[in-house]
């Protein structure tokens, strides 16, 4: 077994940079410090390599190709010196918080010179890098197998809900609006009172984050928010055109379950009417007249009154069409919460291998 020793990250990578995106399209993948951005039909990088966002938001942001691929100018390419295994390199990476070895604190830079000098533990034996890399890699293979059932899932939904109520929508439907089926719900908790229970929060970044809400202590959280009652449906106000975000809860929430003040409530008056708002509300059509009221006096920071969601016209669907309906997909919803409840399970898992196969040496 190898000896894991303490090198700079210049002596077992090299850095490059990325370029102006080009104009034309094709099938080849352009990635920027927040994935991909797009496609064209050429490329400045190919074989396996490590992508890092070198800029803003997406500062230390790290992802693996092993495909022709061009890499634009917010972002630095890796490749492996001395036949290392890149994969290895890419775990390696992703375990260190990049974005702390950052320049600027309102417009982060992270600069090869700063890459280079960062200090790391690695192991020289190219065999056990390789090891290592693939049982964190069959991790990952997993967790983007159900990411890829649960976006089949979605679309399936999104089809049965429009086939039931948009295109065989009934000329009985009554035109109401969701003050029908669901109440604006503003239960207000101040967390720092308690300062050492634990809540769950269920905040914008959590939702960006893959819907993992965090548990935090109550002195961690410093602004009001709002708790979360079982089965019903964050709405964000904040930025709605620019980012969807409609978190779906099923069943009992936990414990001290919270919400940020950006998301509204949604609860419906009767667990049945649950699917139906979910679905009328994130419906394409929908949501985009919804969110297209935003207002406000920053650009980055916009935000929709609450009474656009509430207001928004919808069918008085009978009863017996929501039961049946209900049936049908209640499975798919399901099946979608056990998929991300297997996620965040396997991503816990891979937090524990790196810690316990690259820290703990």
């Known amino acids: 077994m190898g000896e894991w020793k303490e090198y700079k990250l210049g002596d077992i990578i090299s850095l490059g940079n990325g370029k102006v995106r080009p104009k034309e399209t094709g099938n080849i993948p352009i990635y920027g410090g927040n994935g991909i951005l797009g496609y064209c039909n050429s490329s400045n990088y190919d074989g396996e390599t490590v992508i890092i966002g070198r800029v803003g938001a997406y500062c230390g942001s790290v992802y693996y190709e092993n495909r022709p691929i ?120 101040v967390p720092n009172k308690h300062p050492q229970m634990f809540f769950k929060h269920y905040s914008i970044p959590a939702f960006d984050n893959g819907e993992e809400a965090s548990l935090e202590k109550g002195e961690c959280i410093q602004s009001n928010k709002y708790t979360v009652p079982n089965n019903c449906i964050l709405f964000s106000k904040l930025n709605p055109h620019k980012d969807k975000r409609v978190w779906l809860i099923l069943d009992e929430t936990e414990k001290n379950a919270i919400c940020s003040t950006e998301f509204q409530v949604v609860k419906p008056k009767e667990q049945d009417y649950l699917y139906f708002l979910y679905g009328w509300l994130t419906n394409k059509e929908n949501y985009e007249e919804i969110s297209s009221g935003v207002g406000g006096t920053s650009s980055s920071h916009q935000r929709i009154d609450p009474k656009s969601i509430f207001a928004f016209s919808c069918p008085n669907v009978d009863i017996e069409t929501i039961y049946s309906y209900n049936k049908v997909v209640e499975p798919l919803y399901y099946k979608q919460k056990l998929n991300k409840d297997q996620i965040i399970n396997l991503k816990e898992q891979r937090s524990k291998l790196l810690r316990k196969l690259m820290l703990d040496k």
């Open 70 to 189: 061009w890499i634009s100018d917010n972002a630095l390419a890796v490749k492996s010196k001395k036949g290392y295994s890149t994969k290895f390199i890419y775990y390696l990476l992703k375990k260190i918080k990049l974005n702390d070895y950052a320049e600027g604190s309102s417009h982060p830079l992270i600069t090869q010179t700063l890459l280079n000098a960062i200090d790391v533990l690695f192991i020289d034996d190219i065999g056990e890098q390789k090891s290592i890399a693939s049982i964190l890699s069959s991790l990952d293979d997993k967790i983007d197998l159900l990411h890829n059932e649960t976006k089949t899932l979605e679309a399936m939904i999104e089809t049965l809900f429009r086939k039931w109520f948009i295109e065989a929508a009934k000329q009985e439907w009554e035109e109401k609006d969701i003050y029908t089926y669901a109440e604006h719900y503003k239960v207000s908790i």
